[in-house]
C-alpha cells in the first residue's frame, strides 16, 4: 500500500466514541475526504444497516463489513472510520498492521448519552446501556491491539479531537 490509496488514518472504537462526528471534522481539517465504510455498506446492500439485520442476518452484515474495510483501506486516502464491530474480525485486524490506527477511547457514560436509546443501531435496540457495556468490554482489547494512537474522548468537544488529532496525523510518519 502506498501513496493516495493509504489512509491518513483510520478511526476505530466503540458506539457513541465519535468515529464519524470526528472523522469528518479532522477530514475538513486536512482536506481530504472522510469515508465510513457502515456508509459503504449501505450503499452496497442498497438498504440501512438495521435492515440488513433484520433481513440477512448480523452474520451476512459481517461478510459486507469485511468486504468494505479491504476495499476501503485500499482507496481511501483521507480519513477512514470503521464500525464499532469492525475489529471483531480477525481479517480486518490483520489488515490493520501497518496502517495509522486511531482508537477513539469512550467511558460507557458518555457513550450511552451519545447514542442515546440505540436508533438505527440494531445491536443496541434491547436495553441498550447493558448491550453497549457488554460490546465495550469484548472489543477494548481489540481495539488496543490495532491502536498505534489512544485519544480520550470523554467531555470533549469533537472539533477539540480532531484539532489534538490533525496535530498528530501531521507529525507522525504511517506505522
Known amino acids: 500500500m502506498t501513496g493516495a490509496s493509504r489512509p491518513v488514518c483510520v478511526l476505530v472504537g466503540a458506539p457513541g466514541?465519535?468515529?464519524t462526528t470526528v472523522g469528518q471534522a479532522l477530514a475538513a481539517t486536512l482536506g481530504v475526504e472522510f469515508r465510513d465504510t457502515d456508509v459503504d455498506i449501505e450503499r452496497l446492500a442498497g438498504k440501512p444497516i438495521p435492515e440488513i439485520f433484520i433481513d440477512e442476518g448480523e452474520a451476512h452484515f459481517?461478510?459486507?463489513?469485511?468486504?468494505?474495510?479491504?476495499?476501503?483501506l485500499a482507496s481511501c486516502s483521507g480519513v477512514l472510520a470503521l464500525g464499532g464491530g469492525a475489529v471483531l474480525a480477525e481479517e480486518n485486524r490483520a489488515a490493520l498492521i501497518g496502517h495509522r490506527v486511531v482508537h477513539l477511547s469512550v467511558e460507557l457514560t458518555d457513550a450511552v448519552k451519545r447514542v442515546g436509546l440505540g436508533v438505527g443501531r440494531p445491536l443496541l435496540t434491547i436495553n441498550p446501556r447493558?448491550?453497549?457495556?457488554?460490546?465495550?468490554?469484548?472489543?477494548?482489547?481489540?481495539?488496543?491491539?490495532?491502536?498505534?494512537?489512544?485519544i480520550v474522548t470523554d467531555g470533549r468537544a469533537p472539533e477539540d479531537?480532531?484539532?489534538?488529532?490533525?496535530?498528530?496525523v501531521q507529525g507522525r510518519a504511517p506505522c
Open 62 to 72: 459481517r461478510d459486507l463489513e469485511r468486504a468494505a474495510v479491504a476495499a476501503a
Open 17 to 19: 466514541a465519535g468515529k
Open 161 to 168: 479531537i480532531a484539532a489534538e488529532l490533525a496535530t498528530l
Open 130 to 150: 447493558a448491550t453497549l457495556k457488554h460490546l465495550m468490554d469484548q472489543r477494548r482489547p481489540l481495539y488496543a491491539e490495532v491502536a498505534t494512537i489512544t
